[in-house]
């Protein structure tokens, strides 16, 4: 894997976010040459940026991002950078893309995103949580069930 602790004066982090954008009307408009000038085009944002594209992957009509980044950037200001900047060198740099979607936007309004564990899910996470120190307690603990029911209601 190329992701790497980000090493900063006073933290040390590793935040990988998987980010799937479709595009609008999931329009097939992805083709080998446009492809590498879309990776070309995140090579530019990560010299600009602390995102770090670690992979890009194509799937005709939407496109998977795995990104690394720093805390200070909150997850929406990853995706709005990300497809703000790809949709309009897109554009410049291959118009034909703009014939086939003709309102104006290489991407849908919706995405996809979802944190990734290089060292670790949950369980392995909360099972090194509870080995630290000579005795644990557990003072809290949520019901991951019960707060997507929360959530989606």
């Keep these: ?4 602790h980000i090493h900063k004066s006073h933290n040390v982090t590793l935040l990988l976010y998987h980010l ?3 595009a609008k009307y999931r329009r097939k408009v992805f083709t080998e ?3 590498e000038t879309l990776k070309h085009i995140c090579y530019e944002i990560e010299q600009r940026y602390e995102l770090d594209y670690i992979e890009i992957g194509s799937d005709e009509d939407h496109i998977h991002f795995l990104i690394q980044t720093v805390p200070m950037m909150a997850p929406t200001q990853i995706v709005k950078t990300t497809k703000s900047i790809t949709a309009k060198e897109m554009f410049r740099l291959h118009p034909e893309i703009r014939k086939i979607l003709w309102g104006g936007n290489l991407w849908s309004s919706g995405f996809y995103m979802n944190t990734v564990g290089r060292h670790g899910n949950e369980e392995a996470i909360r099972k090194y949580v509870q080995s630290q120190g000579k005795q644990y307690k557990q003072i809290h603990r949520k ?3 019960e707060q997507l029911t929360l959530f989606s209601g």
């Design 143 to 145: 019901n991951l069930n």
């Design 1 to 4: 894997m190329s992701s790497k």
């Design 20 to 22: 799937v954008c479709p």
């Design 33 to 35: 040459e446009n492809e």
